[in-house]
Structure formats: C-alpha cells, structure tokens
C-alpha cells in the first residue's frame, strides 16, 4: 500500500503499489480516505478522458466501480482482463464537499510481456582453432543479453547441470522507447577439466513465462593432461585360479595412449605380454573425456597378488603413471554414515552429561544436595584429639562425615565388612566373659581390638574394659569414623578390694 497527501493534508492509501500483472488477468485498483467523498474520478492508460466512479455507474464488460461506496471515502475500478495498452501510470482524484481543493493518489502498473527471442550467448575469446577446444586454465568471458521484455528477464548461469554464482556479474538494464527492457549479464570463469564437454547454459526467467525460456546453450571443450590420482589404487575380489580384470577409469582429453608395464615388460593398449597371460584392451571412451583401461589376468596366481601393476597414459599436453595392487579379500565396506537425527541425539545426549558432571562438580564444591553434609577438617580433628587426650574419653560432639561419590558407591560394601567385624568381636567378649567367671579367676585386662592392619573402610571399634571380676567387659562400637582407638581402665581405690 502507498500513502499520498492531498492539498489539504488529506492521507490518501493507495493499493497496490506499482503491481507487475500479466496481460488477460483481472485487476483492481483502489483509493481509500477517512471521510466521504462527494466524487470520485479514476485515469487509466489507453484511456483518453477520466472515468466518474461511485457505486451508482452502471457496469461495463471491462471495468466497474470498486469498493463500498464513496460515502465511506472508498474510490476504485476493477479491470476485467488487462491489456498491453494498459501499462502506466493509475490515477484517482478525490473531491470533498467541505474542501476546495481535490486530493489525488497514483500507482505504476506494469503490464508483462514477455522476451521476443531466445537469450543471445557469446563467448570471449574463442576456441584454439588448431584443436577446436580451450586449453586448461583458459579465462573466459561469457555475455548473455535479452531483449524486449517488461519487466526485464531475469538470468541463471548453468555449467552443465550446476547453478554457477561465482564470477557473475551485476546485470545491465537498458529501456527503449517503447517501454520494453534489455538485459545484459557478464560471467568471468577460469576453466578447469571439470568444464570439458559440459554446456555453459543462459536461462530466461520471466513473469510472463509459465515456464523457463529455451536456454542458449554452448558446449565447452578442454584440453588437459590425464589426471593424477592420490596414492596407490587398490581393487579386490580376486580369486586364484580364475580370471581376473584389473580396471581403472582415467580423465584426459584428447584421447591418451595407454601402456601397461608388469615386471619390466611392457605392451601397448590392444595387446598382450610376452608370457601371454595378460591383455591390455584399448581405452573405452565412458563421456566427459573420460576412459576406461582394462587389464585381463588369464588365471591369477598367488604371484600376481603380490605384484605391481603400472598403467601409464600419454596424450598431447600431458603424461600419467597410475599403480594398481589386487586383493584376494573382499572389498572394505564404507564407512558408517549417520544421518541428521541421530548426530542431533548424540548432541544433546552429550550436552546433557555435560550439565549433569557440571552440577556434581558444584554441588561438591560448595556442599549442596547430596554433599550437605560435613567433613572435619584436619584442624577439627586435631583439636578433637586433643580433647579426648585430655579428658580420656571420647569427644561428645562428632561431624557428619561429608558424601561423596566415593563414599556413596562404597557404602553397602563398608556395612557387610563391618558387620563381620562385629560378629568378630562379639565372640572375643563372650569369650572373656566366661574366662571371668570361671571360679578363681584374677582380675586381669582383657583389651578387644579389630583384626590386624586398618579396619575395612577406616571403621574404628571403640571399647572398653573394667578390671572386675564379677561384671563382662563392655564392648561398644561408633558408626562415625574417628582417627584412633583408645582403651580406657581405672585404678581400684581400695587395696585388696575386688571391686572398683
């Protein structure tokens, strides 16, 4: 939509805004303002006077009042099949009843038509007349120009059957007096042995068309020296004892002679060796100066496995050695190739395992969650100890010990361990017990330690044991861990006294 002003001030909306329409389609051309207006006058090209429209004009065949009235400020035509004599500029005048002065609005409609002739290709500079092709590495430049279309044409480049966009130029538009369009378009390209026997193609793209115009089409031919290849080329699924083809497919252009060279003997493409076991057939021409040398192995034997091959092409501008080994194994299958949802899951689950060891890594530095708890430090367990030395006994107040994953995957096997323990201890007790009450029986001091070395899982036993005869020694264990064991007695008070 396009906005005018009229004299007054008036915003008059415009719609639409300079269309492109194809010749026989129907058109509507409208002005809207935000007040009735009192008439309402509409030019059109091909026409030489004005047309007075309002909803009350009788319709034609070719055009009629558009809108819901001129009471609403509503001021249009609807053409019923556009035509060439129509291109130009629409117009629409307004009056009002309180004002003096008419507003007007406008829009430039283009009427399509599409190009006369086909797209006009030349190329710069032309072929090496010697041979009729270009040499490889030759820079050309292509021009492609359509005329007497409007709009003007749109271009594509296409090398074959791929879309070139580099080295194309901006295109030049040049308008007749007619009101018909000339398209120029240049293409720089630099050429390669991928470019030989393919078709640099102009294409024609217009409005008007249903479809693409006709391309101009120029076959390229280049000149290059067959191809190397990277490395060794290797082909399987031979069996010894049975014939064997050994083949391999080689770009040049013009045709290469071939020579085939096995242990220092070599023979000619169309030909066999001096053993008469291989044949070289001639080249075969697969297109796009491509061709395809072919070796014969009569019957292989373990010692054409195990031998080098050597095919060496020669053509005017250029030579090639190619080595080739066979295999009695199968040929490697590919490699795996995923598709995009599976690489887009393997994504997310690594980002997710990411965040995951992130948030343990927080919540173990700064003791969230399941790390909440507490460990004492080195210095709380110094001073600990150091009470405890004091008051001989233990000290009342223990620290959680702090979780951690260690701890956690730990845990069960640390229960059953200590539960050995303390069926071990139990029996030292019981033991002592009936010791001590046997008839006789010396006060005397029992001391109830784990088994030798560190208890499993750094568990300690804490116990302790009073010297009477008449009661059992106690034996108590602590679930927190602490860093020693101590065993606590008293001295009787009473010389001769048996009990404390």
């Known amino acids: 939509m396009d906005v005018w002003y009229g004299a007054s001030g008036v915003q008059v909306d415009v719609s639409p805004k300079d269309p492109t329409v194809r010749v026989g389609s129907n058109f509507t051309f409208m002005c809207r303002v935000g007040k009735p207006l009192m008439y309402c006058r509409i030019e059109i090209p091909g026409l030489s006077n004005g047309l007075n429209m309002n909803e009350k004009v009788p319709k034609t065949s070719d055009y009629w009042y558009a809108g819901e009235g001129i009471e609403y400020g509503q001021c249009g035509i609807t053409i019923s099949r556009m035509t060439d004599r129509q291109n130009g500029q629409f117009k629409c005048m307004l009056g009002f009843s309180d004002e003096q002065n008419e507003s007007h609005g406008a829009t430039i409609v283009t009427v399509a038509r599409p190009p006369r002739n086909r797209p006009e290709l030349t190329i710069t500079p032309e072929v090496d007349p010697r041979f009729g092709t270009y040499t490889e590495g030759t820079s050309i430049k292509a021009m492609c120009t359509v005329t007497d279309a409007r709009p003007a044409a749109n271009l594509l480049w296409f090398m074959g059957d791929d879309q070139i966009t580099d080295g194309v130029g901006r295109p030049e538009i040049v308008e007749s007096p007619t009101d018909l369009f000339t398209v120029h378009q240049n293409l720089t390209r630099r050429l390669t042995w991928r470019d030989n026997r393919k078709d640099l193609k102009c294409v024609a793209t217009h409005i008007a068309l249903d479809g693409e115009m006709k391309p101009t089409v120029i076959q390229i031919s280049v000149r290059f020296a067959p191809r190397p290849v990277d490395g060794i080329i290797e082909q399987f699924g031979f069996i010894v004892g049975e014939e064997g083809i050994i083949s391999v497919q080689i770009h040049a252009n013009p045709k290469p002679k071939l020579t085939w060279i096995i242990d220092q003997d070599s023979f000619p493409e169309g030909s066999m060796d001096l053993t008469q076991r291989f044949e070289a057939t001639s080249a075969r021409d697969m297109g796009n100066g491509t061709w395809e040398a072919q070796l014969r192995i009569m019957r292989v034997t373990a ?198």
């Open 303 to 500: 010692e054409d496995v195990a031998r080098n091959y050597i095919l060496r092409a020669r053509n005017e501008v250029g030579e090639q050695q190619y080595t080739v080994r066979i295999s009695t194994s199968a040929e490697p299958q590919g490699s795996l190739e995923l598709g995009t949802g599976p690489i887009i899951g393997i994504v997310v689950a690594i980002l997710v395992l990411l965040i995951i060891i992130f948030m343990l890594i927080f919540a173990r530095a700064t003791g969230r969650w399941c790390f909440s708890g507490g460990i004492p430090t080195r210095h709380d367990t110094k001073e600990s100890s150091d009470t405890e030395s004091a008051d001989h006994g233990p000290a009342v107040k223990h620290k959680k010990p702090r979780m951690n994953l260690t701890y956690i995957l730990k845990k069960k096997k640390d229960k059953v361990a200590a539960d050995v323990e303390d069926l071990k201890l139990q029996n030292v007790a019981m033991e002592t017990e009936k010791e001590m009450e046997k008839p006789g029986t010396e006060s005397s001091e029992h001391i109830v330690t784990p088994a030798k070395g560190k208890p499993h899982g750094q568990d300690v036993v804490y116990a302790e044991l009073e010297l009477q005869a008449t009661r059992r020694p106690i034996v108590r264990r602590e679930d927190d861990k602490t860093e020693y064991a101590e065993i606590i007695h008293t001295k009787p008070e009473e010389e001769g006294d048996g009990t404390q």
